[in-house]
């Protein structure tokens, strides 16, 4: 199973966070890949957000799950058939939140009210959320 650092959010979310609109997107994938206002699109969402993360050099990209949300962050890429190490462990993950931390303070001021999508339509408003640890 996969595990990600980051944050739960639906697809709408990731991209007003990062200062997207999501209806110019959205129209500009129509335009180009010559879909209909309610064809599949949300693999070109994600492709759209990881290009503009390597754009400007950010580690983090957006993992899209078979719930329909988006996961912004870090897929943790742990060996499933060796023992970890309690201490490493941590210390990668708090490597990764530092990580995340400095990747979005650029994006500060639109973490400060944040709908995080836990479960498919269970939402929370969280002020500025740290980043979860998220299986799936």
Known sequence: MPVYLGLPLRCDESFRLFGFDL??????????????????????????????????????????????????????????YKFNDVDEYIHMLSELKTKFVLETKKYIHNFNAVVLEHMEDNEEVVCFPKPYVIQY
């Not at 997107?25 to 957000?49: A, W």
Request: proline share 2%; hydrophobic share 30%; with cysteine.
């Open 23 to 80: 209806q110019t997107i959205k129209n500009s994938i129509m335009s180009k890949h010559n879909l209909s206002e309610h064809q599949y699109m949300d693999c070109y969402f994600v492709e759209h957000l990881n290009n503009f993360f390597k754009d400007v050099k950010m580690d983090m990209r957006v993992f899209y799950t078979d719930k329909g949300q988006c996961i912004v962050g870090y897929e943790i890429n742990q060996d499933p």
